[in-house]
């Protein structure tokens, strides 16, 4: 009983700070957004477009942010191509650049930060910030490193699984 009554203490401590997580990042998204630089208007240009293409990552919270702005609008994204693995990929209607897109082959702005790979690659950032980060165990040249692996134990109730550190596959 005292085993269950901690496992569950546990369980709600690990989603007190993953709502935090998520609170701090959307701050962050929100300050980002909210700092961006305004790109100026072309001659005779009445309004300042952004396009929500679906790509992973903080694009969306961005257009959020500028929409409530009085000079900013939401262009309306289509089917740009779909991969020969049927991944579909959109740009904003009309296939044409925007003032902020989170494709950023149409963006006139861009929302990535010099410096974020080390953010991107779930390597180093288990090495910059592990007590934010699960348990995480490397492997270089088919070798653990260091010799630490995952141990499956009688009565693991936390699953692990194997992935490339430097995508989002």
Request: hydrophobic fraction near 35%.
């Amino acid at each position: 009983a005292d085993v269950a009554k901690e496992a569950a203490r546990q369980s709600d401590r690990q989603a007190e700070v993953l709502e935090a997580r998520r609170a701090k990042c959307k701050s962050a998204a929100h300050s980002l957004a909210t700092s961006v630089p305004q790109p100026p208007l072309a001659p005779g240009q009445r309004y300042k477009f952004c396009s929500n293409c679906r790509r992973v990552g903080p694009g969306s919270l961005y257009c959020e942010v500028l929409l409530r702005r009085p000079d900013w609008k939401m262009k309306p994204s289509m089917k740009w191509f779909q991969t020969e693995d049927h991944v579909q990929y959109f740009c904003p209607e009309g296939n044409i650049l925007v003032d902020f897109c989170d494709e950023m082959h149409f963006s006139r702005l861009c929302m990535y930060l010099k410096g974020r790979q080390c953010l991107e690659n779930k390597s180093t950032l288990a090495l910059l910030v592990p007590h934010l980060m699960p348990e995480t165990f490397h492997i270089v040249d088919r070798k653990w490193v260091d010799g630490r692996c995952p141990v499956d134990q009688e009565g693991d109730v936390l699953p692990w699984f194997v992935k490339e550190a430097e995508g989002n596959e």
